[in-house]
């Protein structure tokens, strides 16, 4: 069965930090690159970054450069976003996908996990 699931989110103080974790079952991760998205209430879905399949390349959403990172352990099949500095401006449900193309278009992903909500409040 192929699943890719997020875990690692919850709720956070502003200023606070999170890691989410993206796992692979059932397929090589390290043939896909993979990007991590978010999407908040009443608002599109937007991409956060974005990491190669060698983790050689990364790229950032502007709003969040400079607080979180990507990184991927392909031996472990799995992904990972530090968030530091939350804001509550990052709270919404975070996914991460799959795709052959590192440009992470919608219509070239290959998986997609489920979700995982984070929610930065004091």
């Known amino acids: 069965q192929l699943q890719f699931v997020e875990s690692g989110g919850g709720l956070v103080q502003p200023g606070g930090s999170l890691r989410l974790s993206c796992a692979a079952s059932?397929?090589?991760?390290?043939?896909?690159?993979v990007g991590w998205f978010r999407q908040a209430p009443g608002k599109e879905r937007e991409g956060v970054s974005r990491?190669?399949?060698?983790?050689?390349?990364?790229n950032y959403a502007d709003s969040v450069k400079g607080r979180f990172t990507i990184s991927r352990d392909n031996a472990k099949n799995t992904v990972y976003l530090q968030m530091n500095s939350l804001k509550p401006e990052d709270t919404g449900v975070y996914f991460c996908?799959?795709?052959?193309?590192?440009?992470?278009?919608?219509?070239?992903?290959?998986?997609w996990g489920q979700g995982t909500q984070v929610t930065v409040s004091s």
């Open positions: 990491i190669s399949r060698s983790g050689g390349s990364t």
């Open positions: 059932g397929f090589t991760l390290d043939y896909y690159n």
């Open positions: 996908a799959a795709s052959t193309w590192y440009s992470m278009e919608s219509q070239y992903i290959n998986y």
